[in-house]
Nanobody, 114 residues
Framework: EAQLVESGGGLVQPGGSLTLSCAAS????????MTWVRQAPGKGPEWVSG???????NYLHSVKGRFTISRDNAKNVMYLQLNSLKTEDTAMYFC????????RGQGTQVTVTS
């Protein structure tokens, strides 16, 4: 059974940085498109970034240049480096397998506030 576990969130000031991790198990991680999706309070899920098995990446326009997605297939881990954080980045961040919402883990909270 596929399992995803997110970690690395926290409370930071605007302009700060965080690195999120997503540990995967129960499936052949290296062969799947993986994504980060966030959900702010009272709002629906918002796709943030994705990375293909060959390393190609894509980003939500508002985070491009600030966030960097990566993966380590040897460790079955995906990362999201968040730089130049803004208050509007505050949300629960989830990782998913193939951008399928039902595969997400428990999420990790990112709060950006002064």
């Amino acid at each position: 059974e596929a399992q995803l576990v997110e970690s690395g969130g926290g409370l930071v000031q605007p302009g700060g940085s965080l690195t999120l991790s997503c540990a995967a198990s129960g499936f052949t991680f290296s062969t799947y498109y993986m994504t980060w999706v966030r959900q702010a309070p009272g709002k629906g899920p918002e796709w943030v970034s994705g990375i293909y098995s060959d390393g190609r990446t894509n980003y939500l326009h508002s985070v491009k240049g600030r966030f960097t997605i990566s993966r380590d297939n040897a460790k079955n881990v995906m990362y999201l480096q968040l730089n130049s954080l803004k208050t509007e980045d505050t949300a629960m961040y989830f990782c998913t397998k193939e951008n399928t919402w039902s595969t997400r883990g428990q999420g990790t909270q990112v709060t950006v506030t002064s």
